[in-house]
């Protein structure tokens, strides 16, 4: 069973409606167990603070630094598992290097269950710089790795899961994909996967200031039931829906990587529990606002060695946890 009934395809010149009326954490239902998953890529970046961004033979001094294997993938299954509190699967592909290998330690430690299509090829990598106001640049080096219908990994079990979020892929494995009972995926799949693999997604979510992750209308045949252009600090656009603001932020904007696939993230689960759009764009909002309070795309170790699981749980007491 897909989203079909519960929101009607629609096309995506379509007139905006009244605005979505975001719910506050604290409102929203817990989320019923669930199995997700996703399919996509990783990358290793280099993740650096600077007072402003360079310019031009200028030399700029970092005053933070950290490394995580991201990317979009990684970084829509790390929040789904935060969700959930428990392994969420992940399938990707990783270059047989020592980079490859350090970052599916780091994924399996972040509650990623692994799927690894390894190659023999250098895993890519990345460098994002954040300046004083959250704003970043990211450069990446290398050949996106990913995952294919070919490889052998258990596809099958996809069939299982009420949800799957797809970044990268072939057009047969987004095929595969689609045995799930929501389907959503990011234009960074890239137009002539989603036109080859000719399946309906349940939702296409994606950044609306980014060139690299615009559609032309009518491009996709099915079209998605549901497609969310996200604007940053302006909320964003859901078709059918309308409008949508972006929730008060908690806490001081450190960092903007990472914040979109964490809204997908929250979209996808709050679509796989049989929410309404409101609902599910409102946990996506929490989770985006969420990532962006510290640098890099997942929180920083509990002190207390506990677990970080539970920070973007609806079902959490204390709202204030978000950051």
């Known amino acids: 069973m897909n989203l079909e009934g519960l929101l009607p395809i629609c096309p995506m010149d379509a007139a905006p409606s009244a605005p979505l009326q975001l719910w506050p954490l604290e409102a929203l239902p817990s989320l019923p167990p669930l199995r997700l998953a996703v399919v996509g890529h990783v990358e290793w970046v280099s993740l650096v603070a600077v007072e402003q961004l360079p310019q031009p033979g200028t030399i700029s001094q970092g005053s933070a630094f950290r490394e995580e294997p991201a990317g979009g993938g990684a970084v829509v299954a790390a929040c789904l598992a935060r969700l959930l509190g428990q392994p969420v699967p992940f399938f990707t592909a990783l270059g047989r290097d020592p980079i490859g290998q350090q970052a599916a330690e780091r994924l399996q430690a972040l509650g990623l269950a692994l799927h690894v299509a390894w190659r023999e090829a250098p ?130 904007v450190i960092d903007s990587y990472g914040c979109g696939d964490s809204f997908a993230a929250g979209v996808t689960a709050g679509l796989a529990a049989g929410w309404s759009l409101e609902q599910a764009i409102s946990l996506g909002c929490h989770c985006g606002a969420a990532c962006a309070t510290h640098l890099g795309p997942y929180p920083p170790e509990p002190a207390d060695g506990g677990q970080a699981a539970e920070q973007l749980n609806p079902s959490a007491d204390a709202p204030a946890e978000l950051g």
């Open 123 to 252: 895993t890519r990598r990345g460098l994002s710089l954040v300046d004083g106001q959250g704003d970043r640049a990211i450069t990446v080096i290398g050949e996106r790795l990913s995952p294919t219908a070919a490889d052998p990994l258990p596809w099958g079990e996809l069939a299982s899961c009420d949800g799957v979020f797809v970044t990268a892929c072939d057009a047969p494995g987004l095929r595969a994909c689609r045995q799930a009972r929501v389907l959503a995926a990011t234009p960074r799949l890239r137009l002539p996967v989603l036109q080859q693999a000719g399946v309906p997604l349940d939702a296409l979510i994606g950044s609306g200031l980014d060139p690299g992750e615009a559609l032309p209308d009518g491009a996709l045949q099915p079209p998605p039931r549901l497609r969310i252009a996200t604007e940053g600090a302006a909320g964003g656009l859901a078709t059918p829906g309308g409008r949508f603001a972006a929730p008060r932020l908690m806490a001081p």
